[in-house]
Each structure stands twice: as structure tokens, then as C-alpha cells.
């Protein structure tokens, strides 16, 4: 495999983050929408073409719930596997953007250093390397 420079697996795991954030929002906004068509009897009557584009709508609509939710789950177990450590650093860098909140905690040598582990580690259990 190709040994990667930290900076490109920052820009991997932050990418990891950023889509984690995307469907978090995701899944909120269509949780939070009043998505189900309302139906007449005239509609389900004739079957009409209208009826089965809802009907596609609809489970279009809940299948991306699903695949949003199981993104979710997935990068959840993911983080909760991680060192406490790890997490919490990865956690305040891509997912709060806190900016030089390890100022207080840690050099900046072993800031970077534990940052590296914490990249390698979560690196390890998305790519398994």
C-alpha cells in the first residue's frame, strides 16, 4: 500500500468527519419533514400515475433514512472503539472544530504525536491497515 504524509490522512479523516456531520444534518432535516403525501381515495382508486410517484417518493425517502442511519451507527461504533483519548482529540479537531483547545493539555510535540496515533488508529479501523 502507499505510505500516506499526515497531512493527506488529516484531509481523510476530516473528510470522514465532514460526511458524518452531512448526514447527521441529513437525517434531522428528513426526520423533521412532514414528508407523507396525503392520499385520496380518488388517487388510490384509479392508480393513477400520480399515486405511484408518491409511492416511489415514499420509500425512495425511506431508504435514504435507513442509509443515513446505518452511516450514522456505523461511524458511532467506530468512534466508540477508539482510545478514549483518541476520540476525544479527534472528536474537538473535526467534529467541534475547537480551535487550539490542546494549548492547556499538551506540548506541541506530543499534541502532534497523539494526533498522529489518533489518526492512525481510527485510519486502521475504516481502511483496516
Given at each position: 500500500?502507499?505510505?500516506?504524509?499526515?497531512?493527506?490522512r488529516?484531509?481523510i479523516?476530516?473528510k470522514?468527519?465532514d460526511?458524518y456531520?452531512?448526514a447527521?444534518?441529513?437525517?434531522?432535516?428528513?426526520?423533521?419533514?412532514?414528508?407523507y403525501?396525503v392520499?385520496s381515495y380518488?388517487?388510490?382508486?384509479e392508480t393513477?400515475?400520480s399515486?405511484d410517484?408518491k409511492?416511489?417518493?415514499?420509500i425512495?425517502?425511506?431508504?435514504?433514512k435507513?442509509?443515513l442511519?446505518k452511516r450514522i451507527?456505523s461511524?458511532?461504533?467506530?468512534?466508540?472503539a477508539?482510545?478514549?483519548?483518541?476520540r476525544e482529540?479527534?472528536?474537538k479537531?473535526?467534529l467541534?472544530y475547537?480551535k487550539d483547545?490542546?494549548q492547556?493539555y499538551?506540548s506541541?510535540?506530543t499534541?502532534y504525536?497523539?494526533k498522529?496515533k489518533?489518526?492512525d488508529?481510527?485510519?486502521?479501523?475504516?481502511?483496516?491497515?
Amino acid at each position: 500500500m502507499i505510505e500516506l504524509t499526515f497531512k493527506e490522512r488529516s484531509q481523510i479523516v476530516k473528510k470522514f468527519f465532514d460526511e458524518y456531520i452531512r448526514a447527521s444534518m441529513s437525517l434531522s432535516m428528513l426526520e423533521d419533514k412532514d414528508f407523507y403525501p396525503v392520499m385520496s381515495y380518488q388517487n388510490i382508486r384509479e392508480t393513477s400515475p400520480s399515486f405511484d410517484k408518491k409511492e416511489h417518493m415514499l420509500i425512495d425517502h425511506m431508504e435514504k433514512k435507513e442509509q443515513l442511519r446505518k452511516r450514522i451507527y456505523s461511524t458511532d461504533r467506530i468512534l466508540l472503539a477508539l482510545k478514549e483519548e483518541h476520540r476525544e482529540m479527534l472528536e474537538k479537531e473535526y467534529l467541534f472544530y475547537e480551535k487550539d483547545w490542546w494549548q492547556c493539555y499538551y506540548s506541541k510535540s506530543t499534541y502532534y504525536r497523539i494526533k498522529k496515533k489518533a489518526i492512525d488508529e481510527l485510519l486502521f479501523y475504516l481502511i483496516g491497515e
